[in-house]
């Protein structure tokens, strides 16, 4: 069983991705912050975390340095919107998307995605991801 946990600060991303990816075979746990992300990551056997960028408590850069050293099996996808909110606000070829995605390819992500992005786009990268052996 691959165990996901998913980190973002917003209540329906959580909840999105909590539904189109749990299935029988994938268990998926979320967190609304960095905090709780360690907390789970130290309680809770994770395959793969999927974490925003911008959230409330510590940047997705500095959260994914942090998992990399404490979990370093741990694969990690990161996703950004550039720091835009709402749905209709989002800017995937922003500049500021960009930059951040790029920062958590250089911090130590496995893969990024710009919000916002499709189901399949996302579980084509999961795939991805969790297939490839950690350099």
């Known amino acids: 069983m691959r165990r996901i946990l998913?980190?973002?600060d917003e209540t329906y991303v959580r909840e999105a991705m909590q539904r189109v990816l749990g299935s029988g075979s994938v268990t998926v746990a979320a967190a609304a912050d960095a905090a709780a992300a360690f907390v789970h990551l130290s309680e809770a056997p994770t395959d793969l975390v999927i974490i925003d960028v911008i959230l409330p408590?510590?940047?997705g850069v500095s959260a994914i340095k942090q998992i990399r050293r404490d979990h370093p099996d741990v694969r990690i996808i990161a996703i950004s919107g550039g720091g835009n909110f709402g749905l209709k606000a989002y800017l995937p070829e922003a500049?500021?998307?960009?930059?951040y995605l790029a920062a958590c390819?250089?911090?130590g992500a496995d893969g990024v995605l710009a919000k916002p992005f499709e189901t399949a786009e996302l579980r084509a990268l999961i795939e991805q991801v969790l297939s490839a052996e950690r350099a």
């Open 105 to 107: 390819t250089t911090a």
């Open 57 to 59: 408590d510590l940047d």
């Open 95 to 99: 500049i500021s998307t960009s930059a």
């Open 6 to 8: 998913v980190v973002d």
